[in-house]
């Protein structure tokens, strides 16, 4: 704020205005009072001059008039006086003479009234009071006594007066404005300065520096009041930073609306065909009602919701005891139930042929060939025909769907099918065909035990686009077909040549259906564990989950392992903590998994006998399908989720519990040995091996606070959100759509 000269100018223009109005007042006031008295003292004199003897006499005595005239005038400014008789003047002193003139008509108007005034007049640059009083004298009848006086002292004094008077106030005002100016300068405008650094702190969101601002003496009510708008504020910024954003990310964010455009966009009137083994909906009798179950399998809960928002055509093996009973002629039914978007092609396979293609080489050849799980691989020459069988089977289903359509597009899923992108692609070389491999790809030597691995590698290479979870499996892949077979192996943009032929080989780590609007979904009150664990009679207030398949590599034994050591290292949990194992039964005809069911129970007997107490637990083994919905409520209301691969291509129990966590808390324990954890970093990582770690780790996790949970679940929510099953498979399509040809 600058005082300018403006301001001054006007501050001086009042302060002399208001003097002068107040000396006016003054001067008034003092001409007033001393006219007031000059014509009191006239008619004072008048009075005594109207009985003394010479006026009596009438007589003009020139001694008595020096002597009279002396006296008087020494003492009060009286000029003369005159004696007004028979219309004219009778002068008692020379000195009046000029002034007769202008008295005639007063004191003629004086004897008339019979009343004394007084008159002022100008003359010779004088200012003349005439004071005019009637005298009745008997010897001299109708007379009028004139009084004049000098009255030029009292402008003299009313000009003395006013002049000082005006410098007096003119000070006095001003210093009172100067002394008023600096207190606004060092009171209010130091004070207001004060505020204006507060708002400047706080307009650059400099708080910290505002709260060491000093006191601001009077206005300290005020500095409080704004500190706390300030602090609002910036809760409110933060806010609107957050929203925007997230805005800003959902704009970038894959949802299932914007894969759906980008698919119409980039296969115009095509046809998305799908092929896996395990079908997303399965028919099974219940009594003498079918149900339909959706398979535990994260190859299904990443596929489904891909050909729910862009429809397409998926072949599947029709596996479900009431699949047959709910298809049309053509082996087909609309599908998700009364939410149809997608068609479901199913394919019957035989008892025999399951057996062989399913079991054997499927489940006891490729799966422990691909995971390191110190499980040895069954590879039977019959296993391995019955699999070129199959493979030749879902061929012929898949070219009979395509038949009608021009470049045709064909996504195929997983190991089951390894020779079908080169059977497909010997008939239709016009179709654009990717594999992605939803399990790990172990290093070359671990491979190379395969009696057909290089039928399985050629039969894979048939493809345009062969898609792994992470960088690790696309080398291991690469290196295993440089040293298999025979072919130019490139790494520099991870491709296979064969011939004129070229796959490109890519990492894809699929994930879950997670959109900007899941994320920001408010749970509200979730009930806590105790309430769930109360419904299965035990009595704690602390809860792990785990959910799989029972399946070796799943980790589920040594997670009960360090679960056990917990305990023993941590006694005061002992009736708090209780994990709660959701494992549906899988692929149980095989011995390694119905051994590996038996081995989970009798292990959680084992602990929960050890440590048992009247109403409460350790383990709680829930070993039967359970619903996406069943899950939901275990993921929502535990304090930690473990996820103890030995070996897993990525694993989406850990994302889909991320996912579940709407109020950011909650821990992770997470396998080194997953792809998730490449992405999951805010879990705490784990080597399922090790049990001494992992029984510290889930103390961890339950003592965790919840501050510290919060950003670690709110990276790894993040993470899924920008890397959901939308953008996987725009990814995958987008690459695929390069390659056409
Ligand atoms: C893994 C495989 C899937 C398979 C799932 C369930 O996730 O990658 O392809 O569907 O296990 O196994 P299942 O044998 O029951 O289909």
Not at 220 to 244: C, D, G, H, K, S
């Amino acid at each position: 704020m600058k005082i300018n000269l403006s301001y001054i100018l006007s501050a001086i223009l009042a302060v002399a205005l208001v003097a002068a109005l107040f000396s006016f007042f003054e001067i008034s006031g003092e001409k007033a009072r001393l006219r007031n008295e000059l014509m009191n003292r006239s008619s004072l004199i008048a009075g005594e001059l109207g009985s003394m003897p010479i006026i009596d006499s009438g007589l003009f005595n020139v001694a008595s008039q020096v002597r009279f005239s002396d006296s008087l005038s020494n003492r009060y400014n009286i000029i003369g006086f005159a004696l007004y008789h028979d219309n004219h003047f009778v002068p008692y002193s020379h000195s009046v003479e000029p002034y007769l003139e202008y008295s005639a008509d007063y004191a003629y108007q004086s004897i008339i009234a019979d009343s004394s005034f007084g008159v002022y007049f100008k003359t010779g640059g004088r200012n003349i009071y005439q004071y005019v009083m009637p005298c009745q004298k008997e010897a001299i009848a109708k007379n009028a006594l004139v009084l004049y006086s000098d009255a030029s002292y009292i402008s003299k004094i009313v000009r003395r007066i006013s002049v000082e008077n005006f410098f007096r106030l003119f000070i006095q005002i001003l210093l009172v404005v100067v002394l008023i100016g600096l207190l606004i300068r060092w009171g209010v405008y130091r004070q207001i300065n004060t505020i204006v650094n507060w708002v400047r702190d706080i307009r650059d969101g400099s708080l910290e520096k505002l709260r060491e601002q000093s006191p601001a003496g009077f206005l300290e009510p005020l500095q409080r009041e704004v500190t706390n708008i300030a602090f609002a504020m910036q809760e409110a910024r933060a806010v609107a930073e957050e929203e925007a954003r997230l805005r800003t990310e959902g704009e970038a964010i894959w949802t299932p609306d914007r894969l759906r455009e980008e698919i119409r966009k980039v296969l115009p009137d095509k046809t998305l065909v799908v092929v896996s083994n395990r079908e997303p909906y399965m028919h099974v009798h219940s009594g003498k009602e079918i149900k339909c179950i959706v398979p535990a399998s994260g190859m299904v809960t990443a596929v489904e919701p891909i050909l729910k928002a862009c429809g397409g055509l998926w072949i599947a093996s029709g596996t479900g005891d009431a699949d047959k009973e709910t298809v049309d002629k053509q082996n087909k039914l609309a599908v998700p139930p009364n939410e149809e978007s997608y068609i479901l092609k199913r394919v019957w396979i035989s008892k025999e042929e399951e057996n062989h293609f399913y079991y054997g080489f499927s489940n006891e050849g490729i799966w422990p060939l691909c995971h390191i799980a110190h499980n040895r691989p069954v590879f039977r020459k019959k296993d391995w025909d019955f699999y070129k069988r199959v493979n030749g089977k879902f061929a012929k289903a898949v070219l009979e769907e395509i038949k009608g359509e021009e470049q045709p597009f064909v996504l195929v899923q997983d190991y089951h099918f390894a020779l079908l992108p080169e059977l497909i692609k010997k008939e239709r070389p016009d179709a654009t065909i990717a594999i992605f491999w939803h399990i790990p790809w172990p290093n070359p030597e671990s491979f190379s035990i395969c009696p057909w691995q290089s039928e399985i590698l050629l039969g894979m290479l048939g493809s345009d686009l062969v898609g792994f979870h992470t960088p690790y499996f696309c080398y291991n892949f690469l290196e295993t077909v440089n040293n298999t077979i025979d072919s130019r192996v490139i790494r520099e943009n991870l491709s296979v040549r064969i011939k004129d032929r070229t796959t490109l080989v890519r990492p894809f780590p699929i994930s879950i259906s997670f959109t900007m609007k899941d994320y920001e979904k408010k749970d509200g009150k979730i009930p806590p564990a105790s309430d769930l664990l109360a419904k299965y009679g035990i009595k704690a207030s602390l809860m792990g989950i785990g959910v799989e398949r029972i399946d070796y590599t799943k980790g589920i034994i040594e997670r009960f392992l360090a679960t056990e050591r917990f305990f023993e290292k941590y006694p005061e949990y002992q009736g708090r903590f209780t994990f709660v194992q959701i494992g549906a039964p899988s692929r149980t005809r095989i011995k390694s998994y119905s051994d590996i069911v038996e081995a989970v129970e009798s292990e959680a007997s084992r602990i929960n006998l050890k440590f048992k107490l009247k109403d409460w637990k350790p383990i709680l083994l829930l070993a039967y399908h359970h619903s996406h919905d069943e899950i939901m409520p275990f993921y929502k209301s535990a304090n930690l989720c473990m996820v103890t691969s030995l070996h897993d291509g990525m694993n989406l129990v850990a994302k889909e519990f991320v996912a579940a966590r709407n109020n950011n808390d909650g821990v992770l324990i997470l396998s080194r040995f997953t792809g998730a954890s490449h992405e999951l970093t805010g879990a705490i990582i784990v080597n399922p091996y090790n049990t001494e770690q992992m029984a510290d780790a889930i103390k961890t996790a339950i003592e965790m606070p919840r501050k510290e949970q919060q950003p670690r679940m709110k990276q790894m929510r993040q993470s899924i959100l920008e890397h959901n099953i939308y953008s996987w498979a725009a990814n995958l399509i987008k690459t695929m759509v390069y390659l056409q040809r």
